[in-house]
């Protein structure tokens, strides 16, 4: 089995992380012992480009279990967890390409290694396997029967794809289902940034000025977070509508080029490029801490902060790089404007990651289960699928709901019934 991981030995530390992750993710396990039974990958070959992490293991052994034959990739190349790597590799007979800090060149091997499986399945998380595909291996695309896709930035770029007819295969959205991101970008991200931004730095939060780019579900479960850690929020957003939102929600709202001046720590979520540009980090204070949590590093301009400083940035803790202005000031970029959530902590936590892979599991078999109805185009995830999940979730969180009475249907049903 050919595989490329930073090293085997470190499997026993991935088996017993990935043990403690499976204990916070009891819908997939009741997946996978179904999937166990049932095999409804049996025969499907499927390469999974994902943040190789203690969930992203856990929702490979359920796909294994379901009978794929399954080569999972890095989906960036600081957030795999090496330990959970050699797992796969070690126990599972997983092919696992990733290694944290790979550069580019061997990210994009890994992608290949992930296409030369002659995928029947695509799991993405960014787009990067599909657009590869599409663009540079388009002889392996009559193999493929369809896919997922995993986040925001994906689902953004697969519709742009589908709007010019580029796409070739079904794919279904996991992002927008109402279990993924609803949990998955406001609580995940929320507590993982400011998770990463404290890893990282150790700074005390209350009493900090927090700059957060965006106010999408991610950026909201930022600010939240945030905000409870005693932080001073500042929200800048282009959308009228999402602005409003913040204002109403307590946060000052203004553009960044006047929250430059003024903030302590500064996180960009907005899928977009250089947020934080050239003119932006020329105001910053002395000092200010400025990361990521958007899927990919361009929402800060680190080409024009490199030009800018008066020598090559220096590395003051793991993941912190301290940049020196001409007149003294200094500017630090944590992880090197990748995700932070994922580079300087370990993503999002497993009970939320739970509902997120629960939908990635599900939709894969509801794909291949109707593949004969379906277009190259980007579709919904089934909304039993939702709903279902969130029914799980809750049983085994021990949480009961009401039933609604047959007199409450009938009256939800009609019409003529007024005050
Ligand atoms: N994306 C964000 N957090 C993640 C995690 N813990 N595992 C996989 N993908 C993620």
Redesign the pocket.
């Given at each position: 089995m050919e595989y490329h991981v930073k090293d085997l030995e470190l499997a026993p530390s991935g088996r017993l992380r990935m043990e403690w992750a499976e204990r916070e993710m009891p819908v997939l396990q009741q997946i996978r012992e179904r999937f166990e039974a049932e095999k409804p990958f049996q025969g499907v070959r499927m390469s999974a480009c994902?943040?190789v992490?203690?969930?992203?293991g856990t929702l490979a052994r359920t796909l294994q279990a379901g009978g794929a034959d399954l080569v999972l990739v890095a989906s960036n190349p600081l957030?795999t967890q090496d330990d959970v790597a050699a797992a796969l590799v070690a126990y599972s007979e997983i092919p696992v390409y990733a290694i944290k800090g790979e550069d580019n060149e061997t990210y994009y091997k890994h992608l290949h290694a992930a296409i030369d499986h002659q995928p029947h399945f695509t799991m993405d998380?960014g787009a990067d396997l599909v657009s590869t595909l599409h663009t540079q291996r388009r002889e392996v695309l009559s193999t493929v029967i369809g896919g997922t896709e995993?986040?925001t930035t994906g689902v953004i770029r697969l519709r742009a794809m589908a709007h010019d007819g580029a796409l070739e295969y079904p794919i279904v959205a996991v992002n927008d289902a109402m279990t993924k991101h609803l949990f998955?970008n406001r609580y995940?991200?929320g507590q993982?940034t400011m998770d990463g931004v404290i890893r990282a730095t150790n700074v005390l939060i209350a009493g900090k000025t927090v700059v957060v780019g965006g106010y999408g579900w991610c950026s909201r479960g930022i600010a939240m977070r945030a905000a409870g850690l005693g932080a001073n929020v500042v929200v800048t957003e282009v959308e009228p509508l999402k602005a409003l939102e913040a204002v109403m929600d307590g946060f000052r709202v203004m553009p960044m080029l006047a929250a430059a001046p003024i903030g302590d720590i500064f996180i960009t979520s907005t899928g977009d490029i250089n947020v934080i540009d050239a003119r932006h980090f020329e105001a910053m204070k002395n000092g200010a801490i400025v990361a990521n949590s958007g899927h990919f590093n361009v929402e800060l301009n680190l080409a024009a902060l490199a030009e800018m400083a008066v020598a090559a940035p220096r590395s003051v803790r793991p993941f912190v790089k301290e940049y020196r202005l001409p007149d003294g000031r200094l500017i630090n970029v944590l992880a090197d404007g990748r995700?932070v959530?994922?580079g300087a902590a370990?993503?999002?936590?497993?009970a939320v990651?739970d509902m997120?892979f629960a939908n990635q599991a599900l939709s894969a078999e509801y794909l291949l289960q109707h593949v004969d109805e379906m277009e190259a185009r980007v579709y919904a995830v089934p909304e039993e699928i939702d709903q279902n999940i969130a029914r799980l979730k809750l049983a085994a969180m021990g949480v009961q709901i009401d039933v609604l009475t047959a007199e409450q249907e009938k009256y939800l049903h009609s019409w003529t019934s007024g005050t």
């Open positions: 994902l943040h992490t203690t969930e992203t957030s998380d995993e986040t998955d995940g991200t993982s995700l959530n994922l370990e993503g999002h936590p497993s990651m997120s």
